[in-house]
């Protein structure tokens, strides 16, 4: 069982809106690991964070990485630091992953102020840099393809990812 596409990308790239829209128009279930591990801790991950500090979270996120590329087969949304696992990157290599990029003017008006992402409190925009200079290196690592969202809405993401699978396909 393997996922029919794995979303990766920094926040506010839309991994979680355009996931669960692949997933309606191809008829498949959708899962997001952000939500599984609040689902298994039964706690945001905001609260994850504030309470046990990012290496745990990182921890339970990996597992849920690893679960659901092992027992998924619709379309699966990762969190935004996922890829900073060498496990699930070498996991995430088997997968048909795209790397929803954005450019940091596109990314920060989409994440906004936002206090649930709390690796982006304070500065927002130099939060951003930092984690994407971090960041981007590794989620082209993982993917087999990259789809600019900067002036793409939801569903113009959507169409571009749809045919990207239907190029892998073919």
Request: hydrophobic share 45%; glycine share 10%.
């Amino acid at each position: 069982m393997s996922p029919v596409v794995v979303l990766v990308g920094p926040p506010g790239a839309g991994k979680t809106t355009v996931a669960r829209r692949i997933a309606t128009r191809l008829g498949l279930t959708f899962r997001d690991t952000d939500l599984d591990v609040e689902e298994l801790t039964g706690t945001s991950v905001q609260d994850i964070f504030v309470e046990h500090g990012e290496q745990h979270f990182r921890a339970l996120e990996e597992q849920a990485v690893a679960t659901a590329l092992a027992e998924h087969d619709g379309v699966l949304a990762l969190g935004g630091g996922a890829v900073l696992s060498d496990a699930s990157r070498a996991l995430l290599r088997e997968h048909r992953v795209v790397f929803l990029d954005t450019g940091m003017a596109a990314a920060v008006a989409r994440v906004g102020l936002n206090g649930n992402r709390p690796l982006l409190l304070g500065n927002v925009r130099s939060q951003m840099k930092g984690l994407m200079d971090h960041r981007r290196p590794l989620y082209a690592e993982v993917a087999r393809h990259t789809v600019l969202t900067d002036d793409l809405d939801a569903a113009g993401v959507v169409d571009e990812v749809l045919r990207l699978i239907e190029q892998d396909r073919a």
